[in-house]
Nanobody, 120 residues
């Protein structure tokens, strides 16, 4: 089995910063593309950013120049540095990863989500 465990969410004032972390654990051979998604209240889950195992990144237009995705392959961990936060960034943030398991091949996994609230 594989688990993705997120941390780092919370309440922050507009203009503030937060750093989210997501660690993959379990029977892992290799972790492929990892990413972050957000689901605002009453809305669909949307892509925020992705990063390949080689470090190639992609961002939603709404977070470019404010958010930075990075990863530590040795720790199977992905990070999301969020700066200049706006009230519209308020959402549950979910970690996602393509994980290669011995004998089972690749499967896609989701974390349990972490709440980010931007409010004064």
């Amino acid at each position: 089995q594989v688990q993705l465990v997120e941390s780092g969410g919370g309440l922050v004032q507009p203009g503030g910063s937060l750093r989210l972390s997501c660690a993959a654990s379990g029977s892992i051979f290799r972790v492929g593309t990892m990413g972050w998604y957000q689901q605002p209240p009453g809305k669909e889950r949307e892509l925020v950013a992705t990063i390949t195992s080689r470090g190639t990144t992609d961002y939603a237009d709404s977070v470019k120049d404010r958010f930075t995705i990075s990863r530590d392959n040795a720790k199977n961990t992905v990070y999301l540095q969020m700066n200049s936060l706006k009230p519209e960034d308020t959402a549950v943030y979910y970690c996602n990863a393509d994980v290669y398991r011995p004998f089972y091949g690749m499967s896609n996994y989701w974390g349990q989500g972490t709440q980010v609230t931007v409010s004064s």
